[in-house]
């Protein structure tokens, strides 16, 4: 083994001067990366030999790295694998001794240490035992002492782990599997873990064991790379926390990337992602040979016993069965076919690629690298038959995303859509999305391939979900800048000019529909008046109801639910009416329902607020994943002021979230006992958890906050103080703006601020002192995000002049800040 130069050696084998020399090392930020992890190797290994020698080791002894230490690829905070391997000759308490005088020091450094004493025999059978400690040994490097016991035990492991490979490797890959699910996919995680999470160090360990089983090889192209991208990410997170973690937490990204001289976190994330794509990408492949060689292997003793024994000279033919012009399944893969030709067939990528993804089967990678390397480019415009396949592809549900994969690790989606470069391994700060903006793509438009019998025009629907946040590689708003892209595309994939304009619209608008339906009020005229001058046809609409369902379903779970799909199709029902030449209904000719009269008398002839309660269980959008109970709260009581941040406050004290809330004062009829105005509430809420409160528990307590009894913002307070919410980063400040909308009814503001229990209260105790009246609140939130939009007018019912409206916007963001 070589030694280090002088500048990183330790002084003495004492562990103040290795300390020394290890930080001179990880000081030098000229030095970085794989010189780094071998340097500081070798600065362990000569003080550890020191520790061994300075023992005075009895003959038949060695001191071995194994696992990441082994390979000589240490990171600032790695712990140390070491196994003492002795040949059983010498003094049992010799060799404690031996091991005391070396693993005491390492602790008194403060290194962690994962260590064993064992002969060749027991490393062995430790080792048929624990697949963990088999795969350690695989890398096992002889630090000191007897070079030559370590050699054998090293023979002895691979030709054990040989032999055994056709039991051990599926058991290796239900080990993956299982770690895979626990610990999430790394190229999709806002927090990864680089070592356990799928795609990670973990998992390439694993490939290079695979390889060494002789059994099967993994995709080599990039390997390497990738990896050495994940272990210098891990090296900078160490130096950044000074601590030994394999977590990329939100709030160290900054620092780390800094630290590996990148632009900003989002860049380091995609390094990352693209590292554990490529990663991901090996591992589905490799395991997909082993699986096949081994069914092959077991099924050929059952041939010879079908043959009596004889073998016909030679292997059974393999049945390839046609699939498409030049595709073939074959031993359960999508392959070329023999007579193929990608030099003279530019539509043959996405043939194979649509016939793989509708028979449910994975496309080889020799057949995606052959037509990586040798098919000629599509014209463009595309051909028909190109865009056909193209939807075909798009249109085969859940099998589509392996085939996607596979032609983009190869680089052959970004020569068909070029824009697609720049979404690809693009994160997603926002923590309600599941999946990295190219992924999320492809999982939107595997959600529309389920709706597609709801539109006229499926192609339509499939591509615009495919290209619906293409903008989001560009400055500005995503969706004016997704509207050009998407114009740009479409036209390349060969639609026509109708067609190019309209699937430019869904994109444009594609947030309309779910934002009008949760942030605004339906039942004003000038809202549904404005979504349908947006649309402008029946045919655009039906094609924005579809992909506002798949692109909220392929978001994550956080992001769709009955509730928002039913206040969607409320909207697009109204929207379809004035599409078809149908007048607006007008909200100030409504009459009250027979249940908020009823209400209503009751709270005039009483004084008091009066409740009622209405459970809606709704029908969860995932089956297994049941969503809180809706409930409709009705409350009427005498018109006064300081019932929106009293009625909310009560919610928030019972856990019940607000979803919607309507309020309007009515005049009762002459034959009802007309009198004072009666103002009636008419709320939405789901519980947190647990059951619904019970009416007369809300009306007591409403009863007290109206008398000044109940201190809401102090009970709140103590709740906040008696179960704090875990802190991660710090939120952004509240924002308050007067929205653009055409209303004729009442002014529009827009609160967007961090959910927290009593927001809805404490936006109501800001406006009653800015004496305004709440028409009606829609509230919605995604994640930690709230977004709360008030329709309000001045006390006599009329709009608040511009100036005015912006005053309210600044106060009531202030109180909230």
Known sequence: MTSVDVSTRAEDSGPSGHAAARLRLLSEKARSGPPRRSALARLTDDWLNGLF??????????????????????????????????????????????????????????LALDHSVRTPAEARKTAGDDLKVQLGLLDARPVAGDHGLVAGLRTAVLADWRNQAPQRLPELDALCRERADRMGELQFLLEPDLKEARGGLRDAQVLRAVAASWLADAPREG?????????????????????????????????????????????????????????????????????????????????????????????????????????????????????????????????????????????????????????????????AEAREELVTLLGAGESTVPVWEALEAEGLITRLLPDWERVRCRPQRNPVHTW????????????????????????????????????????????????????????????????????????????????????????????????????????????????????????????????????????????????????????????????????????LRTGEPVLALHAQPEEPVDPGAPEPVGVELLIALPERTGVLPAAAGVLALHRLTVRAADLRAIELPTELGAGAPVLILNWRVAAEYGSLPEAARLRADLVRALDGSLDIPARLAEREAAYPRRRGATAPPPRVTVAAADSRLATVIEVRAHDAPGLLHRIGRALEGADVRVRSAHVSTLGANAVDTLYVTRPDGSLLPGEEAAELARTLESALR
Do not use: C
Not at 74 to 91: I, V, W
């Open 223 to 383: 390997l390497d790379a990738a990896r050495r991208r994940l272990l210098d990410a891990r090296d900078a997170l160490h130096l950044a926390t000074g601590r030994a973690t394999d977590r990329l937490a939100l709030q160290e990204q900054d620092a780390v990337a800094e630290e590996l001289g990148l632009l900003d976190a989002d860049t380091l994330l995609r390094e990352v992602y693209e590292a554990a794509r490529i990663i991901s990408y090996a591992t589905d492949v490799t395991w997909r040979e082993v699986n096949r060689v081994l069914k092959a292997r077991s099924s050929r003793p059952r041939l010879r016993t079908l043959l009596g024994g004889r073998s016909g000279g030679g292997k059974p033919p393999v049945e390839r069965t046609p699939l498409a012009e030049g595709v073939v399944e074959m031993d359960g893969e999508v392959v070329l076919a023999r007579g193929a030709r990608p030099e003279r067939d530019p539509v043959l990528p996405l043939r194979a690629a649509a016939a793989a993804a509708q028979s449910g089967l994975p496309i080889s990678l020799h057949a995606v690298r052959r037509l990586a390397a040798a098919a000629a480019p599509l014209p463009v415009p595309w051909p």
């Open 53 to 110: 020698a300075a023992a005075e080791p009895p003959r038949g002894v060695a001191l071995v790295a194994v696992g990441g230490y082994g390979r000589g690829e240490l990171s600032p905070r790695s712990d140390l694998d070491l196994l003492l391997l002795h040949d059983g000759t010498a003094d049992p308490g010799a060799i404690a001794t031996l091991a005391d005088r070396i693993w005491y020091p390492v602790w008194d450094l403060g």
């Open 436 to 603: 990295t903006v190219d992924r999320h793509l492809v999982e939107t438009a595997v959600r529309a391939s389920s709706l597609t019998r709801r539109v006229g025009r499926p192609d339509l629907l499939l591509v615009a979900a495919l290209l619906h946040d293409i903008g989001k590689g560009w400055p500005g708003d995503h969706s004016v800048a997704g509207e050009t892209i998407a114009r740009d595309l479409a036209t390349r994939v060969g639609f026509d000019r109708a067609d190019v304009g309209t699937i430019a619209t869904v994109v444009r608008h594609h947030l309309l529909l779910i934002e009008t339906a949760t942030r605004r009020d339906l039942d004003d005229p000038a809202t549904v008046r404005s979504v349908a001058a947006a649309v402008g046809t029946l045919g655009t609409l039906e094609l924005l109801h579809a992909l506002t369902e798949a692109d909220a379903l392929a978001t994550g779970p956080a992001a769709w639910s009955s509730w928002r799909g039913s206040l969607v199709a409320d909207l697009v029902k109204r929207v379809a009416a004035v599409l078809a030449g149908e007048p607006a209904a007008d909200p100030e000719a409504a009459e009250p329902s027979a249940e908020q009269e009823r209400l209503a008398v009751e709270a």
